[in-house]
């Protein structure tokens, strides 16, 4: 099971939010793009742009296709920010 750093996660979630433009939605390790109306393909890129950015990081193309919720998106970004 991976770990996801809390610090992670609470970067990620505010621009989940924004992005989406939901202040008030609730973004845990087990949150995916389904679960949320506004999170299409469009937005699932914007997202991952602001987190590269936030982070300093940068996604392989391999990573990007196998995260399968926000928890896996929040461990690799902490990984990749921890080698940077």
Do not use: C, H, Y
Request: no cysteine.
């Amino acid at each position: 099971m991976t770990t996801i750093p809390e610090t992670a996660l609470e970067t990620i979630a505010p621009i989940i939010r924004e992005v989406l433009d939901r202040p008030d939605l609730t973004i845990t390790p087990a949150t995916t793009a389904k679960d949320v109306e506004e999170w299409d393909s469009l937005a699932n890129i914007t997202i991952v742009i602001e987190v590269e950015r936030a982070m300093g990081i940068k996604f392989s193309s391999a990573q990007l296709a196998a995260f399968k919720n926000v928890g896996e998106l929040a461990a690799a970004a902490a990984e990749l920010s921890q080698k940077a």
